[in-house]
């Protein structure tokens, strides 16, 4: 293949002012970077927009006009590094470029009998088995577990709770509009309460007749007080992120709760758990992989069109636009 000798990248051009927007990125041609001696050069196939972007984008962030980074899964068209070869496909953060050269460090093969390939941005990459470490060892899931999951229709949260029901417990999602909770139920999931809605408690509530044992929590801010009135004694809760609070213009009006979280976390004997990372460990991707294989967890993909589309695409995940499950941007053909 000839190789390009220009790159189609995507760069910071404004610090977002609360909500992100697309017009809070640009689009650029720049000259290719030459492979150096121990290198791979890549074509991007898909890329991946997650949450965790957001949080460079502040003062004090990443640089204006800097390339975004991103997961993505790629092929490789040229190699001078013996570790890689002309045609593998694999899985790194390259970034919100259509080509990229690099060392090859951070790169993992993707296995495509494992599914196709889009799944290692997804259901067996991050998200997935992020899902899994809050869920299996944080969480500690068990069939007799009513479990809450926030943020239910996105790409951690549609597989926690599909975990929670591969173990037999009753699981519950929360999210954003009646569409969404109709999609997250058929996934599988008991329930699905629309946070936006004006009886959220009472709705909450009622889809939870026992109480709260287990609460996978994507999203902190003004959901999780009320989630946190449900909380069963000595319940469990795996804190995974906080999306409600990452622009910042979503914090709860009125007096500061945490005192009264406080006196929650003593009076109920909670055990909560803040983690980091997805599950690495072996077992951890056999068990989600054959979760997979037999059915037992669906993996929604919304899938943009073009690294164009990126900027989007993002703002659109992050705003809850996309829809239910991993959002994915097709960058090249496969
Ligand atoms: N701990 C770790 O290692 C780790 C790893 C990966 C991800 N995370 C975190 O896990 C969470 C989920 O990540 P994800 O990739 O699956 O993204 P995601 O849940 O799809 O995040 C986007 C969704 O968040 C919801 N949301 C946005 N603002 C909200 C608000 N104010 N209140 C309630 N919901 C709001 C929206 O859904 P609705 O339509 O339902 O409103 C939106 O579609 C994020 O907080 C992320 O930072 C942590």
Known sequence: MTLPSKVRQVVLAARPAGKVAASDFRLETVDAPALGEGEIMTRTLWLSVDPYMRLSLGEGGQALGSLMNGGTVSEVVASSNPAFKVGDIVEGRTGWRDYAVSN???????DPSLGPITTALGVLGMPGLTAHTGMVPVGKVKAEDTVVVSSAGGAVGSIAGQIGKAVGARVVGIAGGAKKCAEVEALGFDACVDYQAADFAAKLKAACPNGVDLYFDNVGAAVSQVVFQQLNLEARVSVC???GWSDLSDAAPGPNQLPALYKTIVMKR??????????????????LAGWVKDGKIAHPERVYEGLDQAPQAFADMLGGRAGTGKVVIRVGPA
């Not at 090859?104 to 993707?110: A, D, I, K, P, Y």
């Not at 909670?270 to 068990?287: C, S, V, W």
Request: proline residues 0%; charged residues 15%.
């Open 104 to 110: 090859g460090q951070g790169m993992t093969r993707v």
């Open 241 to 243: 992120g906080f999306i």
């Open 270 to 287: 909670l055990r909560i758990t803040g983690f980091t990372g997805a599950n690495k460990a072996a077992d951890a991707m056999q068990q």
